[in-house]
């Protein structure tokens, strides 16, 4: 995948002069369609809110808001894992591996945070259909879930390129394309934990 | 070898975190001014997002019309949801 | 020669399209789709009044759903170009489609046989009804199947020039992952993720568009180039 174009680059700074797209340019079109619909999907929870102020208010409080920073935290040093493992794939540095090791441990942490928190709602009787505000919250957080897991799978496959001794046997554009994705993620679930939980 | 901690990017996600940890305290800091601090929460979010987005991203290494291109994003949409949550 | 009729199978999706929106949108007047939560005696109604152009609208969606194949099938062919000999993704596609793209010629059949006896019940028109939208939406899960599988055959190409350029397979990711909320149509009668909603309809609806128009655009471009001739 791409090993050539980026096998030069062992900087640091990617850019070292010249400006550089962070793994392949067809990444890009994943993550920009992405943003334009969770837009639009912000922008439709905000608009189906001003129906129901009060509902939304009620139903709000009703959410666990110290999981829902917990998440948080695990998805923003799970990024940092990876921000670092990216960083240190290009320093030949073989602590990449156990970076990535890392990233994904905490990416797991995540699903199980998740699956206790439906679970205790299901458990409380909320359901999918109990009333708008948890379509909104059921949906949103499943199909970011959904992303989490496609994402597992990736950072799954960029592990397996390590070597034993921690070097990385494929292009710096498979990591940098996988790590791109999945701060994607994070950026998401950081606006959606604000607009279900905080807001 | 270098520092795994001592680097821009374990800044970045001390200023994230820290900045995660406002916003959940911002209803309360901003008192009986609900609006206030739902506009807060709001502007915190998204420029979280825009630094996870320029620093672990490494937009700020890309070229100009791909880093643009996000930033128009972070702006829009924060401006929209501004307006809808006033 | 061959290029010729790979042409033709590409055009056919187009065709296969525009018939399918020419019979959903004017003639039936199905688009957008009747709202879930409308009362059984007003489906019925609207039914009742406006049969012949349902009846006629039917036939359209039905030959739209089997001139998709050759387009599909032309999908197959650069698929399998690029797998190769050993091409368990070409042969996944083959099936998914199959069942996936079918179901279109049964939601034709299924208005057909809801505007075809005035005379009947209220409820039983409003049950065929209810059949022929699901069959239109809830079909989310083999689409989403079939675009992971295309994303990750175009992803594999390991050609310095890949038979179809790398955004087109982020992109058949990306269609796949904003299909699949579509599967959720049952559970709701109104919002967002209703078959009528703004998030279970209408954005799979642009999103499906989008995806349509530029594998025709790439897959006229691969055969343009005779990115199939050679092996």
Redesign the interface.
Known sequence: ?NDTAHAADTT????AGK????G???????I??????F??????Y?????DELDLFRESQALLD?QLG?LN??LL??S??C???A??AVR?K?P?ARL?TGGAILLGLGFVIVKFFEYSAKVEAGIT??TN?FF??YY?FTG?HL??VL?GLGVLAYVFSRFNRAGQFQSGIGLI?GG??FW??V??LW??L???LY?? | MASLVKNRFSLIWLILVVASLLSWESMAIAGDDARLGRMVILVIAFLKVRLVGIEFMELRHAPVLLRAGFEAWCIAVCAALLVLFW | MKSGTMKVCTYMGALAGTLLFVGIWPLANMFPPLAPDMGTAEVAAYYRGNQTGILVGAILIMTASALFFPFLAAIAVLLKKIEGPVSPMTYAFIMVVAYGFVTVFFAGLFFTAAAYRPSFSDETIHSLSDIAFFLFVMPAVPAFVQNVITGIAILGDKRAEPILPRWVGYMNLWTGVLLLPGCVVGLFKVGPFAWNGALAFWLPAVVFAIWFNVMIVAMLGAIKRGALAGE
Do not use: C
């Open positions: 995948m640091n700074k990617p850019s400006r550089h797209v962070p392949e340019e067809g990444v890009w079109v994943f920009f369609g992405d943003l334009i619909v837009a639009a999907f912000f922008v439709t905000a608009v189906g809110r001003l808001r920073l948080t935290l923003l040093t990024s940092w990876v921000a670092q990216v960083s320093h540095d602590r970076l999918l259909n708008s379509i909104y949906m199909i959904l992303h496609i940098e790590g791109v701060h994607l994070d950026l950081i606006v934990f604000a607009l905080l807001v």
